[in-house]
């Protein structure tokens, strides 16, 4: 599959945990008001919908297929690729893959940049595995693999269809086509698990990894099977207290290691950020192809003003019938108001640890500025003198210690960023 969603965590916003292989392309936009036309640039993922099996702790929307109809998916990604790329404007575009198909597609309506970064999200299976090189002889230059665990029982609790052999023999083949582009997601706050337990994993893990690491925490869904487990008795969770343990125990020691925290659940050495993801930290446009893939851009004929919100029907057959009719599979649209964009902006601008600078939000909003939003109120002040928020002449941060509180300062800036929008307006 090749898509990314985000949902609130318990210690804030982490990526939709995926359990399936995931496509990415995306190039790096400096930062400088002068930099490139937003509505020029932009990312894409395309969202594959179907797996094996589903994980207890999935709900994301994927779909065990009932017959095999690769070519025909194939060939409708194509189809809304070329549709959607036709009505976004965009002329200069991060790269993509479902692989080589979607790759000369996309080459054929824009133009590619020689630095772009093509991500595939892949299940450590010996299947996976196998297809590694392929997938990068088809233009794919950086792996993101779902070990999730290193203990055989807990992947087997959770599902998961490899285990600690498998991820680590495909870590190793990842490795070797890809050094220093690989990216290891990591999983903490499963059933059972202690913060012992986790910083001995955790120190495992890194004696293997790459130059990349992505933390998820384990967070339960209605509707899983997980769910149902816990709520019967047969299953129990770390408390809050212990998970928030887990997540600090695991920044201490990826520092230790050199890895350097730039996002809430990202950690990175020499230099290997996700681009991909940091275009959507940033506010960058993004177009989500496939079946429940969403979108943020701005549509041919609103004169490069007004970004839409797209959302892509989510059952694949439905999906298929709505782009062979017309193109693409848009089932909502909703054309974001100013306000809305900045909210957005500052949600995910915060999930980074440089935060949102005062040049990059003069980008989106060039009359108001961070400091008229939030110098003068004394919630905010609050928080700078606990020591949770930084604003100075860098721009809006949180510090070390209130990153982990992101969630809880979240609403906080929000109804000030609203409030000082409408005072900008009534003084208009």
């Not at 023999?169 to 490795?175: D, F, N, V, Y």
């Not at 848009?330 to 957005?344: D, N, V």
């Not at 992101?406 to 960023?417: A, K």
Request: proline share 4%; charged share 25%; net charge neutral.
């Amino acid at each position: 599959m090749i898509t990314y969603m985000f949902r609130k965590a318990s210690r804030g916003f982490s990526p939709e945990l995926r359990c399936f292989s995931d496509l990415k392309v995306t190039e790096h936009v400096p930062e400088s008001p002068a930099s490139p036309r937003l509505t020029e640039q932009a990312s894409l993922y395309v969202h594959w919908p179907y797996c094996l099996r589903r994980c207890t702790y999935c709900n994301f929307n994927k779909y065990i297929p009932k017959e095999n109809n690769e070519d025909i998916m194939a060939k409708c990604l194509q189809r809304e690729t070329e549709t959607l790329l036709q009505l976004s404007q965009v002329s200069c575009l991060a790269h993509p893959s479902t692989i080589a198909k979607i790759l000369e597609t996309v080459s054929k309506q824009v133009n590619l940049s020689d630095e772009v970064e093509v991500t595939l999200e892949v299940n450590p299976t010996p299947v996976g595995m196998s297809k590694l090189k392929d997938y990068h002889h088809a233009g794919v230059n950086r792996f993101s693999i779902g070990v999730q665990s290193l203990q055989d029982k807990d992947l087997k609790s959770l599902g998961r269809d490899h285990n600690s052999l498998d991820a680590l023999q495909t870590l190793a083949e990842a490795r070797k086509l890809c050094p220093g582009g690989v990216s290891v997601d990591v999983m903490f706050g499963r059933p059972n698990q202690t913060t012992e337990l986790w910083s001995r994993e955790l120190s495992e893990m890194l004696r293997v990894c790459d130059d990349h690491v992505s933390l998820y925490q384990l967070t339960l869904e209605r509707g899983t099977q997980l769910f149902k487990q816990v709520q019967s008795g047969q299953v129990t969770m770390p408390t809050e207290e212990i998970t928030a343990e887990m997540y600090q125990c695991a920044r201490t020691t990826l520092q230790q290691h050199g890895f350097q925290q730039y996002e809430v659940s990202n950690f990175a050495k020499n230099n290997s950020e996700s681009r991909h993801n940091l275009s959507y930290w940033t506010g960058r446009q993004y177009i989500g192809v496939g079946p429940g893939a969403h979108g943020r851009f701005v549509p041919l004929g609103e004169r490069g003003v007004a970004r839409e919100a797209r959302t892509q029907t989510l059952e694949p057959d439905v999906w298929i019938r709505e782009v062979r009719q017309r193109g693409h599979g848009t089932r909502r649209r909703i054309q974001l108001g100013h306000l809305e964009l900045l909210e957005e902006v500052l949600v995910m601008g915060m999930r980074m640890t440089m935060g949102i600078s005062h040049k990059h939000w003069e980008l989106f909003s060039p009359e108001l500025s961070l400091l008229e939003i939030f110098g003068g109120s004394l919630v905010v002040q609050e928080l700078l003198q606990r020591g949770q928020l930084i604003l100075d002449d860098r721009g809006l941060r949180c510090s070390w210690e209130g990153l982990a509180l992101l969630d809880s300062m979240l609403p906080v800036l929000l109804v000030e960023l609203e409030r000082g929008f409408s005072q900008k307006l009534a003084a208009n």
